[in-house]
């Protein structure tokens, strides 16, 4: 499964990857790409997400409330589903 976590700024996503790849060192950093919305003019409202591959298997509801509280000290979120 893969774990989509969203934030606004770069720097945060890029530290959420690192912390990520700390936790779980078996799972590698995380990527980091760019997510313009559909008809999205302004790039400065572009979306930055951690992309964790491999990383939703076999995850608790804790390991999955304490990604969650990760990506809140961020101002970001998980995407479900």
Do not use: S
Request: glycine residues 14%; hydrophobic residues 45%.
């Amino acid at each position: 499964m893969t774990v989509l976590l969203v934030f606004g700024e770069r720097e945060d996503a890029e530290e959420v990857a690192e912390t990520l790849g700390e936790w779980f060192p078996g799972l590698g950093v995380p990527r980091v790409v760019r997510e313009t919305l559909a008809g999205e003019d302004d790039a400065e409202d572009a979306q930055w997400l951690v992309v964790a591959e491999g990383l939703g298997e076999g995850l608790d509801e804790a390991a999955l409330a304490g990604l969650d509280e990760l990506a809140e000290r961020h101002d970001g979120w998980r995407e479900t589903g």
